[in-house]
């Protein structure tokens, strides 16, 4: 038999955030293995190639493990250091601030953005690489893009439009959760 009543979800609530020291540890170790692989494809791409008759011959040309662990380690540690010095910036931000929000977002990735624009040993550069940091960032808090971003706060209310069989449009602004819709038999 058909159920008389429907629930119907409009968001499914995610997993729990790690908070503290495993938050921190889980950044790091996301940015040491995502630098890894992309040293792994950057030292891959950059092999010697051989050239055999005017065609060049790519087959047992791998680089040297010097070469290879420049590229690997190095990347792996420079995006290490910018997971790090995004959750510290973003950390010191909400427990001044008392919240996460727009603002703990931006001061986060403005530390990431003078994290890598201080490498070019310039002082403006790296004020600019912040500053295109947490604007980025903002737009992704904005946009909901955060993963850290608290969805009972984001999603407290959502619009309901219902048409009546007289095709009228009611439009209802309800807690965000379920509703129950009764069916006819």
């Known amino acids: ?21 495993s938050r921190f540890l889980v950044n790091v170790t996301t940015g040491a293995c995502v630098g890894a692989v992309f040293g792994s494809i950057q030292s891959a791409w950059l092999a010697p190639h051989r050239m055999t008759d005017g065609i060049e011959v790519a087959v047992d040309a791998l680089p040297s ?28 931000a909400a427990s001044v601030r008392g919240n996460f929000d727009i603002y703990t977002t931006m001061s986060g990735a403005f530390g990431a953005g003078f994290f890598i624009g201080s490498r070019t040993l310039n002082l403006a550069n790296a004020f600019f690489y912040g500053f295109g940091y947490a604007l980025c960032g903002a737009g992704a808090h904005l946009s909901g893009g955060s993963p850290f971003q608290e969805p009972h706060k984001r999603d407290k209310l959502r619009e309901y439009s219902i048409i009546t069989p007289g095709q009228e449009k009611i439009t209802k602004t309800l807690p965000n959760k379920p509703i129950t819709i009764p069916q006819d038999d």
């Open 1 to 21: 038999s058909l159920a008389t009543s429907k629930a119907m979800s409009t968001t499914e609530e995610p997993p729990p955030q790690p908070e503290g020291m």
């Open 65 to 92: 493990f010097r070469q290879m662990w420049k590229h690997v380690g190095g990347n792996a540690m420079l995006l290490s250091g910018v997971a790090a010095t995004y959750t510290l910036s973003e950390s010191l």
